[in-house]
């Protein structure tokens, strides 16, 4: 981009796309613009790229030179951050001594821009942990009163040859009819809520049906298994016992 080895580069400007659309310049390399004042020179124009947060869509942006600045970015390789910070404040003591050495990382400017998402989708986890487990114990606890209850019926369909695996069907079929239910009533809030908090970013992915497929899918799986012990040991319990009267 800009270079020592050529003084007129003080006087030029690069700009993003965004800016050159904003100007309507056709051919902008080498024309002459009024910038605050001054007569600068466009010597190059950027791809449009994304320097604050993604809730925002791209601004116009220019880079210019400066000889003297306060501030100074420096790229340094993964894994050797730690030795050449401190050869880096060795050498901004020589020129500044008695002076505060201070420095930030970027990736740390970038996270603070999602820090209120980061906190939310940590929040999201653990609530969401939670609610899985009470509503595991729940299906457990009601497959079990559901399963003592109908016990007598288990032993006659039993004696008249239900297998094992059309007793687990019974049992199971309508905690899956209650589940698709509370689906059909979950899902389309989910994506209303969703698609709300993604009209916030300028952008952002598209919500596919695919994905609430996938959760259905792992509702009911999660949904089976933690019924799955009880209407199992009432299939292979012994008929006997549950028709035996007191």
């Known amino acids: 981009m800009f270079s020592r080895k050529f003084g007129s580069d003080s006087e030029g400007i690069i700009f993003n796309e965004t800016a050159i659309a904003a100007m309507g310049l056709k051919d902008p390399v080498g024309k002459t613009v009024s910038f605050f004042g001054d007569k600068k020179h466009i010597i190059g124009v950027v791809k449009d790229f994304n320097f604050e947060s993604l809730h925002k869509k791209v601004d116009p942006f220019f880079l210019s030179y400066r000889a003297n600045t306060n501030d100074i970015i420096?790229?340094?390789?993964?894994?050797?951050?730690?030795?050449?910070?401190?050869?880096?404040?060795?050498?901004?003591?020589?020129?500044?001594?008695?002076?505060?050495?201070?420095?930030?990382?970027?990736?740390?400017?970038?996270?603070?821009?999602?820090?209120?998402e980061q906190r939310v989708a940590d929040l999201s986890k653990y609530f969401a942990g939670i609610a899985i487990l009470i509503s595991c114990l729940g299906v457990f606890g009601l497959s079990a009163f559901t399963v003592q209850k109908r016990r007598k019926e288990i032993g006659v369909r039993k004696v008249i040859g239900a297998s094992v695996g059309n007793l687990v069907v019974m049992l199971s079929k309508d905690f899956v009819l209650f589940i698709l239910i509370a689906l059909c009533l979950a899902m389309p809030i989910s994506w209303l809520v969703a698609n709300e908090w993604l009209q916030s970013f300028a952008y952002r992915i598209n919500i596919n049906a695919g994905i609430f497929f996938v959760t259905g899918i792992f509702v009911v799986l999660i949904t089976l298994i933690a019924i799955s012990f009880q209407t199992i040991k009432a299939a292979i319990a012994n008929p006997v016992k549950s028709l035996r009267t007191e």
């Open 74 to 116: 420096v790229k340094i390789k993964a894994g050797t951050e730690r030795a050449n910070i401190a050869q880096i404040e060795k050498l901004y003591h020589q020129y500044n001594p008695g002076l505060l050495f201070d420095y930030k990382f970027l990736d740390d400017d970038y996270n603070t821009l999602y820090a209120s």
